[in-house]
């Protein structure tokens, strides 16, 4: 007897964990930032030194609480064990997909708060740092010492801003308007950090796209996916850098998911006396899939494709009759009981009455899971 099944999942746990090894990758870039921001110092006032570094070490701080916060309910979620929908899970579990939320958020703070926020940081800096700017940093520092001020209350509200790239190009605005409004400063500076992060983003999109390429080769993602991604023609140089970013990081995220995908499969057929050859386990490039075949004494054999886009196939082989059973539902339940995966919906597409040959169709739900 052949059966085969095809398998929608979502694996919340291996999701979480992909998504917080990404972003756990990207912090590194604000480390960067703090060696840029060193190096630069002595060109800088101290005020503006401290709250730019302040910054940073906030930035990091908070991704790093969402990357432990993410872990901690997905490990949480994973030991639930087999989930029953009663009364009392509805009570208590009705947001079973309140953690992959947050994991997408996260993923969303990486792009926006390790990246594009990174850009903005340099583009002030290079405004900072900038010799013709000069006289800027003279009027700041008279302003640092008191020799000078700022209207009290335009100065309560720009201590009211929370982001400081934004405070900063504030004082700018301020240097040569000593007189106006706040909300003239503060749209003063908004259209300064517009082109100024504009100017930067034309600078460094090649240097950018790059390191995009970079991650993902690290990762064994094909070129033609690469080029894909970051082939992004529409909108500004910013536009074009922000959109390649997020499909990069969505790209690793389903890349890690697939490998660990393949290492779930692996382990639990080994558990049904199966034997997997390291050197079964074939990338296929072409079309974008893992193929793995393992093999029992007796001759059985199981034959897995795992996709890129959240599905696997499996094909048992070599069987007498309904045999493949003893290993079918072991396997399942291994899924189910260990990794949690759930099916809801299985489809049969194809059979051989002759041969009890079968293939299905299957949508499973990774509800939890203890990987």
Same mark, same amino acid.
């Given at each position: 007897?052949?059966?085969?099944?095809?398998?929608?999942?979502?694996?919340?746990?291996?999701q979480?964990?992909?998504?917080c090894?990404m972003?756990?990758s990207?912090?590194?870039?604000? !480390?960067?930032?703090?060696d840029?921001?060193?190096?630069?110092?002595t060109?800088?006032?101290n005020?503006?030194? *401290?709250? &730019?570094?302040?910054?940073?070490?906030?930035? #990091?701080?908070?991704?790093?609480?969402?990357?432990?916060?993410?872990?901690?309910?997905? #490990?949480?979620?994973?030991?639930?064990?087999?989930?029953?929908?009663?009364?009392?899970?509805?009570?208590?579990?009705a947001?079973?997909?309140?953690? $992959?939320?947050?994991?997408?958020e996260?993923e969303?703070?990486?792009?926006?708060?390790?990246?594009?926020?990174?850009v903005?940081?340099?583009?002030? &800096?290079?405004?900072?740092?900038?010799?013709?700017?000069?006289?800027?940093?003279?009027?700041?520092?008279? &302003?640092?010492?008191?020799?000078?001020r700022?209207?009290y209350d335009?100065?309560?509200?720009?201590?009211?801003i929370?982001?400081?790239?934004?405070?900063?190009?504030?004082?700018?605005?301020?240097?040569? /308007?000593?007189?106006?409004?706040?909300?003239s400063?503060?749209?003063?500076?908004?259209?300064?950090?517009?082109?100024?992060?504009?100017?930067?983003?034309?600078?460094v999109?090649e240097?950018?796209?790059?390191?995009?390429?970079?991650?993902?080769?690290?990762? =064994?993602? !094909?070129?033609?996916?690469?080029?894909k991604?970051?082939s992004?023609?529409d909108?500004?140089a910013?536009?074009?850098?922000? #959109?390649?970013r997020e499909?990069? /990081?969505?790209?690793?995220? /389903?890349?890690?998911?697939r490998?660990?995908?393949?290492?779930?499969?692996?382990?639990?057929?080994?558990?049904?006396?199966?034997?997997?050859?390291?050197?079964?386990?074939? $990338?296929?490039?072409?079309?974008?899939?893992v193929?793995?075949?393992?093999?029992?004494?007796?001759?059985? =054999?199981?034959?897995?494709k795992?996709?890129?886009?959240?599905?696997?196939?499996?094909?048992?082989?070599?069987?007498?009759?309904?045999?493949?059973?003893?290993?079918?539902?072991?396997?399942? *339940?291994?899924l189910?009981?260990v990794?949690g995966?759930?099916?809801?919906?299985q489809?049969?597409?194809?059979?051989?009455? !002759?041969k009890?040959?079968?293939?299905?169709?299957q949508?499973? !739900?990774?509800n939890?899971?203890?990987?």
């Amino acid at each position: 007897m052949s059966h085969a099944v095809r398998i929608d999942y979502q694996g919340i746990s291996i999701q979480c964990q992909s998504i917080c090894e990404m972003a756990s990758s990207q912090l590194c870039k604000l !480390d960067r930032m703090l060696d840029v921001l060193e190096s630069g110092s002595t060109r800088l006032l101290n005020s503006q030194t *401290d709250a &730019l570094r302040k910054e940073i070490t906030k930035i #990091k701080q908070q991704i790093q609480n969402k990357i432990d916060s993410v872990l901690s309910k997905a #490990k949480k979620k994973a030991s639930l064990g087999r989930v029953v929908v009663d009364s009392d899970y509805m009570g208590s579990h009705a947001n079973a997909y309140e953690v $992959i939320n947050e994991a997408e958020e996260l993923e969303v703070m990486v792009t926006t708060l390790a990246d594009t926020k990174l850009v903005e940081m340099e583009s002030l &800096l290079n405004q900072l740092m900038n010799s013709q700017l000069a006289t800027y940093q003279e009027k700041l520092k008279d &302003l640092a010492s008191g020799r000078i001020r700022i209207n009290y209350d335009v100065q309560e509200k720009i201590n009211m801003i929370t982001d400081e790239v934004i405070r900063q190009y504030v004082y700018l605005a301020w240097v040569d /308007n000593p007189d106006a409004s706040y909300d003239s400063l503060y749209s003063l500076a908004m259209k300064m950090k517009y082109s100024a992060d504009n100017r930067q983003y034309v600078a460094v999109e090649e240097k950018k796209i790059e390191e995009i390429k970079t991650e993902l080769r690290d990762e =064994k993602i !094909d070129e033609k996916t690469i080029e894909k991604i970051v082939s992004q023609n529409d909108g500004t140089a910013k536009e074009r850098v922000q #959109k390649a970013r997020e499909l990069a /990081n969505a790209e690793i995220v /389903n890349e890690k998911v697939r490998r660990e995908s393949v290492k779930i499969i692996v382990q639990a057929i080994k558990k049904r006396g199966f034997f997997v050859d390291v050197k079964s386990i074939k $990338i296929d490039r072409e079309n974008n899939q893992v193929n793995i075949l393992a093999q029992k004494p007796s001759g059985a =054999k199981a034959e897995f494709k795992v996709f890129m886009d959240g599905k696997f196939e499996y094909r048992f082989d070599g069987y007498e009759g309904q045999a493949c059973q003893k290993d079918i539902k072991p396997f399942m *339940d291994e899924l189910e009981d260990v990794y949690g995966i759930k099916v809801i919906k299985q489809t049969e597409i194809w059979s051989n009455p !002759d041969k009890n040959s079968t293939m299905k169709y299957q949508t499973i !739900d990774y509800n939890k899971n203890k990987g």
